[in-house]
């Protein structure tokens, strides 16, 4: 366990590595020049060559990957071209908001979906098992966008339970006034990626049953949902842990839209502004940073699943 941990661990930082080159000379490529924006229209060349000499710019790219690289190591994400402040720190700021909402979206998503994927199976071909099958299907293809909007419409405007946008300015000093502006957020995604993972839940679960272990269970006197929930089921929470450590790249794209919609100070909509404003060193921290996250939560689900499965600790 611990060689596979360590190999995993290597090709960890190798996949960082390649992800923050790939981030940074794909960002140097698109069009615009951050300088001259700076400058504006009236600046001249030569306000706007001061401007690339001062940010660096004006130094072959390999050597300002470099420079970048070393601040990372040293936890120094850089600081924004345009306002001069901290990456390092408006990430963290920005994570209070884009944490809670992915952790919120996680477990909603799992709280629906791992029940009703086992009832959708276990009902197969009733009713009430085809039309949950069937709204998990409707659900996983409606744009995550419009979901949005309809819960907005019946929970803030019809109802008026719910904030439909905004978060509170003094952040997570009101608990519960931080939680009730995440809500409709959280359950627009997670009932999206709800949706997708009861149809795996569902169709693992039809795979767990026919395995021949949970027929002899059955054949030796437990009904089929008994043989399932004793024997089935942790066949089924393997294959879960991995399609939970997917969907968190789904939760992360997911964040970025709704957290347009919602007017949600997150790390997505600080994205989404920073690429329209050109402020390459803020979007390639936040891309590294974002991406990073997704590679570790595909380490640790993998060392899971190695040690909650016998066959694959049989393996080197």
Known sequence: MIRYALTRLAL???GLLVASALIFFTLRVLPGDVAQLIAGTQGTPEQVAAIRERLGLDRPLPLQYLDWMAGVFRGDLGTSMLTGSSVAGELIQKAQVTVPLGILSLLIAVAFSLPFGVISALRRGRADGTALSV??????AVPVVWAGMMLVVVFAVWLGWLPAQGFPRSGWEDPWL??????????????VEGAMLLRFVRS???QAVDQDFVRTA????LTRT??????GLPTVGLSVITVLGLQVAGIIVGAVIIEQLFTLPGIGRMLVEDVGA???VKVQGELLVLTGFVLVVGFFVDLLHRALDPRQRETT
């Open 178 to 191: 931080a939680v009730r502006s995440l809500l409709l957020p959280a359950v627009t995604i997670g009932i």
């Open 278 to 280: 050109r402020d390459l």
């Open 12 to 14: 960890l930082a190798a």
């Open 226 to 231: 008994q043989a399932l929930l004793r024997h």
């Open 135 to 140: 709204g998990a299907q409707t659900v996983a």
């Open 204 to 206: 693992a679960t039809l």
């Open 218 to 221: 059955a054949a030796k006197g």
